[in-house]
């Protein structure tokens, strides 16, 4: 009774320790890869939690090494966009200025009636409305509506022009997206020129670049190494 105790404890605390190292995320957050680990996490710790005559260490060894490969995998992403999308997915836009696209509906096998109620539980029932519709790669939906269409205060200050727009990445991590860059018209000169406008000499210390339709562009520098 006494090593059973004992034994289930060492395994509830190797758990706790490896889902904290994984990072604090919330169920619903997890990618599929993640999901597919912390199931593992749980049927490993099963097995000798549950059998005595199984030696410890046949849990603990392979949920370490779990671990090790959630970790190197991690930093993967971090390094590589390419691996990232294959692993975690994309974003797709499913509506894009009032209109469905119907193809990229077709892609992911979803129907209409699971877009729209997707559409009821943020409280929007046109879909003419909606500027941007966008399925993250967690499987949540964003919904961005025409400038119009927000809360009433903007209405009360005669704020009817559009000003939503798409945010298109154009510098991830010190990495040029050269699709975004030919999409948003941004040669060499105009980068350089932008760049120094935020006081960066090179795309390479850049951590995060992107502008929208309207002109508006974000750059965020990468942090100097401490």
Not at 12 to 29: C, D, F, P, T
Not at 46 to 53: H, K, R, Y
Not at 201 to 207: C, K, Q
Request: aromatic letters at 6%; charged letters at 25%.
């Amino acid at each position: 009774m006494t090593i059973s105790f004992i034994r289930t404890v060492i395994l509830y605390l190797l758990i706790s320790i490896s889902l904290r190292a994984m990072g604090k995320r919330q169920v619903g957050e997890l990618s599929s890869a993640e999901l597919v680990i912390t199931l593992l996490f749980s049927e490993l710790a099963a097995i000798p939690m549950g059998s005595t005559d199984i030696p410890l260490l046949y849990g603990i060894i392979p949920i370490l090494t779990l671990l090790a490969l959630e970790i190197l995998i991690s930093s993967l992403f971090l390094k590589n966009r390419w691996v990232r999308k294959l692993a975690v997915g994309r974003i797709s836009i499913l509506i894009e200025n009032g209109k469905i696209n119907q193809l990229e509906m077709k892609k992911l096998r979803l129907t209409l009636d699971e877009l729209l109620e997707e559409l009821r539980l943020k409280s929007i029932i046109d879909i003419s409305t909606v500027k941007y519709a966008i399925l993250e790669s967690n499987g949540e939906l964003s919904v961005f509506q025409f400038g119009q269409e927000m809360p009433a205060v903007r209405k009360d200050l005669n704020l009817k022009n559009d000003n939503t727009s798409l945010p298109h990445i154009l510098i991830s991590d010190g990495v040029l997206i050269d699709s975004e860059m030919k999409k948003m018209n941004f040669g060499k000169k105009k980068l350089e020129k932008e760049l120094k406008k935020h006081g960066v000499t090179s795309y390479r210390d850049v951590f995060l670049m992107q502008t929208d339709e309207n002109g508006r562009t974000l750059v965020v520098p990468k942090e100097k190494k401490r």
